[in-house]
């Protein structure tokens, strides 16, 4: 097979994009979709500091890699889980990482500031641990940035990542959940910085090969509670429609937020207040993040 | 040819000189779910491996939602 690009050897074939490329060319082709994104949805200014959210693996990495390259004062942010080993490694990547490039990296313990792990959350909620994991994620990446003075987080979200939520809210007609659907989420309140996703174009077959061929030393075990999770069997799910009909999760995506995702903009606005808790942004009186810690310290 | 696996951890054997999408087949994995991986190269599913190579399929899908 050969590049699409310069005739030499081929080393990835991108069905949907009916193309071959080689490492160079990859590489290229790569950050020029991570251009295109933050172009796109005016992700963030070319003198403004992002916080990067990291976790180890390969989607956060190669974008923190990328934002490096292209010149973005970047800040990485590790949220240590307390995933037993696994957190262990996943950390260990972070930090092997920010000192080879010489990039700060701050860490946060969310047994710190949850009051205990995220295997002691899933079994104190009975809840799927993903989603404890992600409401104290999704929490705290905005409040290191409020408090770190980064106006805007980008995590390592792919298209996979991406299509399979909108496949999961879609399946339920989660309505309330299509328009906050996007790669760039602007500030709707001065305590809710923007969160962004640059890598919204890029499959995660894609971020992995970047990853490979740019030998960033990622973590490839999945979480040990991932097994069994509703995004898992969704992306097996569309993988099998791509497999059949190469571009479907690209037209899924990229069709929804072209020509459906306005439809379901809320005609009324959210009130947001301030949590009588910790001062950060809720609907309600208290954070859905501080309900979250009372419950784990009444069982601790 | 010697195949590894991930999660968990395996190695599999396979017979002969084979096409990469051909031991892909055999082993019901869907090509957009793996990178193939030969020495220190990415491999193209038209790429024949030799019986006496080693190949990895390492997934390159990450889970939970956050």
Redesign the interface.
Known sequence: ?KCRKCGGS????L?RHNA?FC?PDFLEFFRNQVREAIRKYRMFERDEPVLVAVSG???SLALWDVLIDEGYRTTGLYLDLGIFDYSVASRARCEAFAATRGVPLLVRRVEDEVGAPVPVIKSVTRRP??SG??LS??YLMNRVALDEGLPVVA?G?NL??EAA?LF?SVMHWQTDALPRQSPALPSTHPKLVRRVKPLYRL???E???YA??RRIDYI????P???G????AH?DTL??M??ASPGAKHNFLFGFLEKARAAFERVEAVTLNECTRCGQVTTGTICAFCKLADQVKRSV | MKVLLRNPRREVEVAGNRRVKDVLRDLDILPETVLVIRGDDLITADQVVADTETIELRPVMSGGVS
């Open positions: 097979m081929a080393v990835l074939e069905r071959a490492a693996g390969k989607d641990p993903c994991c992600g994620k999704r995590t979200h996979d990542d939520t999961g499959s995660e077959r971020t992995a090969a490979f061929l490839v075990e999945e979480c509670f991932a097994a999770a509703t995004s898992i992306k993988n099998r791509e497999d």
